[in-house]
């Protein structure tokens, strides 16, 4: 960053294709975390889709929860990929890219991308596997549109991430915290049950959780089924893109070995 007057932040982008691509050669040669980050989201898909479908007559719910389940994909994958800042700072790698000649933000901007691309990709084999449940891919722009949609919840989380692991030094702690923020994240959303089904509290709750939006904008895109405009789906998305990636950023700025 050069400030002389007014600071201004030179984005480069081989150097955020670099550590993109370094995040995302992390991922794929790691084929058991591969294999292993399906497993709940798979169970939840199968198991508690069936079981909660029966108790909600007039509603498909095993179409209903494949939206949620890939919203829940998402922010797992993208929120514990910021651990690897952490492995990083501890084997002293993170040092390295510290002083490299390049602008911190953009090494934030290459974990972001490097984190939503692993986790846009999960989200994608999870869509797919819905297709057992009856669920027909839509026609490609609406398509398309779903999987931008997907990569701006993959991204907000992974830049949530990345927030806590500038500020946070062991990995047990950051586990610890990500569970403890993930799991009422999930669970006080739209994921596993409709908005008008829910207690005034619990919907009010679900209203203030930016996850809850991009699911709805899933549902309105795949199932038609969604419960706000699509247009403030996404404009929510949008802003809590740009809040988290400004404070993982200015974090990730004052971050130390």
Do not use: H
């Given at each position: 960053?050069?400030?002389?007057?007014?600071?201004?932040?030179?984005?480069?982008?081989?150097?955020?294709y670099?550590?993109?691509?370094?995040?995302f050669?992390?991922?794929?040669?790691?084929?058991?975390?591969?294999?292993?980050?399906?497993?709940?989201?798979?169970?939840f898909?199968?198991?508690?889709?069936?079981?909660?479908?029966?108790?909600?007559?007039?509603?498909n719910?095993?179409?209903?929860?494949v939206?949620?389940?890939?919203?829940?994909?998402?922010?797992?994958?993208?929120?514990?990929?910021?651990?690897?800042?952490?492995?990083?700072?501890?084997?002293?790698?993170?040092?390295?890219?510290?002083?490299?000649?390049?602008?911190?933000?953009?090494?934030?901007?290459?974990?972001?991308?490097?984190?939503?691309?692993?986790?846009?990709?999960?989200?994608l084999?999870?869509?797919?596997?819905?297709?057992?449940?009856?669920?027909?891919?839509?026609?490609?722009?609406?398509?398309?549109?779903?999987?931008?949609?997907?990569?701006?919840?993959?991204?907000?989380?992974?830049?949530?991430?990345?927030a806590?692991?500038?500020?946070?030094?062991?990995?047990?702690?950051?586990q610890?915290?990500?569970?403890f923020?993930?799991?009422?994240?999930?669970?006080?959303?739209?994921a596993?049950?409709?908005?008008?089904?829910?207690?005034?509290?619990?919907?009010?709750?679900?209203?203030?959780?930016?996850?809850?939006?991009?699911?709805?904008?899933?549902?309105?895109?795949?199932?038609?089924?969604?419960a706000y405009p699509?247009?403030?789906?996404?404009?929510?998305?949008?802003?809590?893109?740009?809040?988290?990636?400004?404070?993982?950023?200015?974090?990730?700025?004052?971050?130390?070995?």
């Amino acid at each position: 960053m050069k400030c002389g007057g007014v600071c201004s932040v030179a984005i480069e982008l081989d150097k955020i294709y670099a550590v993109w691509l370094r995040e995302f050669k992390r991922f794929t040669n790691s084929k058991g975390r591969m294999v292993g980050s399906l497993g709940m989201p798979l169970l939840f898909m199968f198991a508690l889709g069936s079981g909660i479908g029966s108790l909600m007559p007039g509603l498909n719910y095993n179409l209903f929860i494949v939206p949620g389940i890939v919203g829940m994909t998402l922010l797992f994958n993208s929120m514990f990929s910021g651990v690897s800042i952490i492995w990083d700072r501890e084997f002293g790698f993170l040092k390295e890219m510290l002083v490299a000649p390049t602008d911190r933000l953009n090494i934030v901007l290459g974990r972001i991308l490097g984190g939503a691309t692993t986790s846009v990709l999960q989200g994608l084999i999870i869509l797919l596997l819905g297709t057992f449940m009856g669920m027909s891919l839509p026609a490609a722009p609406q398509f398309l549109l779903t999987v931008l949609v997907m990569a701006l919840i993959a991204a907000s989380f992974v830049a949530v991430g990345i927030a806590f692991a500038s500020v946070i030094r062991e990995v047990e702690t950051f586990q610890l915290v990500m569970n403890f923020v993930i799991m009422p994240l999930f669970f006080l959303s739209n994921a596993l049950f409709p908005l008008d089904k829910m207690p005034d509290w619990l919907r009010v709750i679900a209203s203030l959780n930016p996850l809850s939006y991009g699911i709805d904008a899933m549902r309105d895109l795949l199932l038609n089924a969604g419960a706000y405009p699509l247009m403030l789906d996404l404009s929510v998305l949008f802003a809590f893109f740009a809040v988290v990636t400004v404070i993982a950023s200015y974090l990730f700025g004052k971050t130390s070995i």
